[in-house]
């Protein structure tokens, strides 16, 4: 089976989406910047939505591309909050700049921090946490995200298959490290369901029992 028509076949399944999602995937192709896409974009709001999401949490959100998709669940599902977490100043405004145009100003909760420590720092339960930061970093996020996701929560997980450096035995870089750990850790934890879902680059889904 050819795995890039099948990513084709899926992405022409998605509902056409609003015009600054795609501005903002347009941005994406041109600068080379990575998006979740839109099969994980719309499989990140389905999730959301049926299971009610009304509190967010990303680790590591561009400038929000990720962000309008759950905000889009949390709004249908009755208000609530996202929040937007970034290193840069720079994404940060951009983020504000394309939720606003979307009507999300009055969900989304903006930090510009590390992600990690912006997670420890903010009370939980969230119902949903998403995970994207840099791949070294997985591993470490782990007993935070089990602290603040609630019991019948779902925490997904970007690029698990690292455009499948992940499958080179040789490759032993600290994102792939941190991708095979981060794996090996929650597909052995007893507190999660795990399936991985090979959607774009690999998205993992866990619900926390």
Known sequence: MDFDRVQEYVISLVPPR??????????ADETNFPIVGPPSGQLCYLLARAIGARRVFELGSGYG???AWFC??????????????????????????????????????????EAIAALK???????????????DGYP???PVIKQKL???????????LMSGAIFNPDDRSAANE????????????PDFIVSLVPVRDGLIVAYRR
């Open 140 to 142: 470490e996020s782990l």
């Open 150 to 160: 609630r019991s019948g929560g779902l925490l997904i997980i970007d690029n698990m």
């Open 18 to 27: 609003a015009p600054v999602l795609q501005e903002m995937e347009r941005v």
């Open 121 to 135: 720092g903010t009370p939980g339960p969230f119902d949903l946490i998403f995970n994207d930061i840099n791949k």
């Open 72 to 113: 889009r669940a949390v709004k249908e599902n009755g208000g609530g909050e996202v929040y937007h977490v970034v290193w840069s100043d720079e994404l940060s405004s951009k983020a504000r700049k394309y939720l606003g145009d979307m009507g999300y100003s009055d969900i989304v909760q903006f930090h510009v921090s």
């Open 65 to 67: 591309y990720s962000t």
């Open 178 to 189: 941190g991708v095979r750990k981060f794996t090996a850790d929650i597909t052995q934890d």
